[in-house]
DNA sequence: CGGCATCCGTACGGATACTG
DNA sequence: CAGTATCCGTACGGATGCCG
């Protein structure tokens, strides 16, 4: 891709909130529990192996962490080293624009777990009420 | 629920990544482009009804839409007022509990609209060498 | 160790029709 | 207007087996 090509793609204005528009696909892409996790553990934990992020986020099958991270290399926001020592040793670390996202999920996650007792009771009253 | 039993739930430690833990399922339902859409939409708008969020969230299934906004109020995040006119009006909005959520999604969602040029460039970059 | 390929059940979500 | 109910295809994701 020309930086001319790139300029032109500069100049989109994006909007999620349209079926069609591309930022929709990525907003969905990244909507995606495993992603949250994934990013999260990397922010708050460095660079890390396969076999630690998959220790680190009980109960993701490997299938879901490779799906996931192979995304998360293509979008630009995960880099994948690989030293070919034996058996081969794989490193996933946050890309300066991975970096950039995963502080956002991050908050989403500490939210979720700072609120969940909120949620719980707001749950509890629903189901009373109805 | 009683305040005492609310004081017992406050000391949990919640961990999003222990498969079991309550915390993993919220972020689950919370990483949904829908709730994301719907969050983001209330916190840019303010109050909506029920029309004004389908219009909004172009290519949302009614089914996708009244699903999401139930799961919404059940946790305590938006509340849903309905006025008895003929025919009926129902008005969504943010609680405090969602509008202390709204503003981290809604930041996802601007990340995603702002940084798309970066990932579509390292996707063909991606693409290129595979 | 860090994958990939395949099979396969389930549940997510769209389309359609009907209601207070 | 704002839903609910039902049907139904697809694709998400788990389980298993094999490989460099």
Redesign the pocket.
């Given at each position: 891709m020309t930086a001319a090509q790139r300029r032109e793609l500069e100049k989109i204005q994006f909007d999620a909130y349209l079926a069609e528009c591309k930022s929709r696909e990525l907003l969905e892409t990244l909507s995606?529990?495993?992603v949250a996790l994934v990013l999260s553990a990397l922010r708050e934990k460095g660079a890390l192996?396969?076999?630690?992020i998959?220790r680190t986020i009980a109960?993701?099958?490997?299938?879901?962490?490779?799906?996931t991270?192979?995304a998360l290399e293509r979008d630009g926001l995960v880099s994948?080293e690989?030293e070919p020592t034996v058996?081969?040793?794989?490193?996933?670390e946050l890309t300066p624009l991975g970096d950039s996202l995963s502080g956002l999920v991050l908050s989403v996650k500490a939210w979720a777990e700072a609120n969940m007792v909120d949620v719980m009771v707001a749950r509890a009253e629903y189901d009373d009420r109805t």
């Amino acid at each position: 891709m020309t930086a001319a090509q790139r300029r032109e793609l500069e100049k989109i204005q994006f909007d999620a909130y349209l079926a069609e528009c591309k930022s929709r696909e990525l907003l969905e892409t990244l909507s995606s529990k495993w992603v949250a996790l994934v990013l999260s553990a990397l922010r708050e934990k460095g660079a890390l192996r396969y076999s630690e992020i998959a220790r680190t986020i009980a109960g993701a099958s490997q299938k879901m962490l490779t799906q996931t991270l192979r995304a998360l290399e293509r979008d630009g926001l995960v880099s994948r080293e690989v030293e070919p020592t034996v058996p081969v040793s794989v490193t996933y670390e946050l890309t300066p624009l991975g970096d950039s996202l995963s502080g956002l999920v991050l908050s989403v996650k500490a939210w979720a777990e700072a609120n969940m007792v909120d949620v719980m009771v707001a749950r509890a009253e629903y189901d009373d009420r109805t």
